[in-house]
């Protein structure tokens, strides 16, 4: 299994990106998905996810700007980012609890796609 993040790109404060997630291989389902971000020197945070029942889990610096969502026909997770700031700068990482088999249930991360934000 291997998650293919992309969207990631240089865009000006106050712009747009969407960012995409695919996960790809033997798959079964996949159970909960996310999104996270790393900015240098600081330690990886949640963005946004999808957890297990289905709900979203949304950090409070997103405030509305970003909408997670997902396509389950295709094994693919979004993350529309609006309004974006220099302070949104970071490495966007996408992971997933893939189900393999009813008793075979790993998490995933992907490998990143860098987000910068210019002032």
């Known amino acids: 299994v291997q998650l293919m993040e992309s969207g990631g790109d240089l865009v000006q404060a106050g712009g747009s990106l969407r960012l995409s997630c695919a996960a790809l291989?033997?798959?079964?389902?996949?159970?909960?998905m996310g999104w996270y971000r790393q900015a240098p020197g600081k330690e990886r945070e949640l963005v946004a996810r999808?957890?297990?029942?289905?709900?979203?889990d949304n950090a409070d610096f997103v405030k509305g700007r970003f909408t997670i969502s997902r396509d389950n026909t295709k094994n693919t997770m979004y993350l529309q980012m609006n309004s974006l700031k220099p302070e949104d700068t970071a490495l966007y990482y996408c992971?997933?609890?893939?189900?393999?088999?009813?008793?075979?249930?790993?998490?995933?991360w992907g490998q990143g796609t860098q987000v910068t934000v210019s002032s």
């Open positions: 999808f957890t297990s029942s289905g709900s979203i």
């Open positions: 291989g033997d798959i079964f389902s996949i159970r909960a």
């Open positions: 992971r997933a609890e893939v189900v393999i088999t009813p008793d075979e249930i790993y998490a995933y």
